[in-house]
């Protein structure tokens, strides 16, 4: 049984002005989220700023999405690190925390080999009972994890069941879903490819997009489920242009803007992150709403 199908949010985590997490504002977004259709809640990704948090304020924001989620929809905590010791740590105590699944993205900087990638996956999903979706990024990480490796990991090890693929390279993923026999969960990390990635019999997608049009990303998804391939295709081809204002600087700080616009806390970000430049800012602001999304 997949983790979640659908349009799962990779959630920001807002920011007081003093720069700490705003649990105010984040039960705020939570609670848009799942009364609009979202069908898991991925907390601690790359959008929501893992890479500057500490690791107290980490386990922390995962033990407070649990808290508030209470069950309604699964929630999957990014425990990545490019040191497995942290990544061990980190799905550790999500697994106390209570989270549904864990979602590891590829060692950073350091890189790996394919062998080092086995191993270390390997050992993250050793220390826990919780399932695992691997996180592909390689624009990111500098390490691409390739299909064989993928499919050796979700064959060989019980609780790795999927992946987040990210790399964008299309081929790539056919090349994924033809080695997996259905033995892998795919998710489109890119919201610009959840379609393709649907019509090869992929489960959904870990969605930037869905911090401001949940509703709409779901319905990509549940279209296709429901055969309507056509309106699916529409919806995606539709939110092309949101998607492009939204990864027209660094993700995330075009979607905390998007978040703050429809009048969620603050989009303040975390250095190395700097304010969305204006001439973006009103590029997004013209996406939203041309694609419906609810600014205040």
């Known amino acids: 049984m997949s983790v979640f199908t659908g349009a799962g949010v990779a959630i920001i985590t807002p920011f007081k002005e003093d720069f700490s997490i705003d649990f105010e504002a984040f039960a705020e977004l939570i609670e848009y989220q799942i009364a609009n259709s979202t069908d898991a809640i991925i907390v601690m990704g790359t959008t929501g700023e893992s890479a500057t948090t500490t690791i107290e304020e980490h386990i922390e924001a995962i ?26 740590h980190l799905s550790v105590e999500a697994e106390r925390c209570g989270v549904d699944a864990l979602l590891v993205v590829s060692p950073y900087y350091n890189k790996a080999t394919q062998n080092g990638l086995y191993s270390h996956y390997k ?18 990480t500098g390490c691409n994890i390739l299909p064989e490796t993928v499919v050796k990991l979700c064959t060989e090890v019980e609780n790795i069941v999927g992946v987040k693929e990210a790399s964008g390279n299309i081929s790539q993923i056919a090349k994924l879903f033809a080695l997996a026999d259905g033995k892998v969960d795919v998710y489109s990390g890119n919201d610009d490819q959840i ?12 969605s930037v997009l869905s911090n401001v049009a949940p509703k709409q990303t779901h319905d990509i998804c549940q279209l296709y489920f429901d055969g309507k391939t056509a ?31 429809m009048g969620f806390g603050t989009g303040r970000l975390r250095m190395p992150l700097t304010e969305i430049e204006p001439a973006h800012e009103e590029m997004l602001k013209k996406a939203m709403a041309e694609f419906g999304c609810e600014m205040k």
């Open 63 to 88: 033990r407070f999405c649990v808290e508030t989620v209470k069950g309604r929809v699964p929630v999957v905590a990014g425990t990545g690190s490019n040191a497995t010791d942290t990544a061990i």
């Open 123 to 140: 050992a993250i999903a050793d220390s826990v009972k919780l399932p695992i979706i691997l996180y592909n990024v390689p624009s990111r």
């Open 195 to 206: 379609v393709p990635i649907l019509s090869f019999g992929g489960k959904g997608v870990i």
């Open 231 to 261: 309106e699916s295709a529409a919806l995606q081809i539709k939110a092309i242009p949101l998607v492009n204002a939204l990864f027209c600087e660094v993700n995330p700080i075009p979607v905390k803007k998007g978040a703050e616009l």
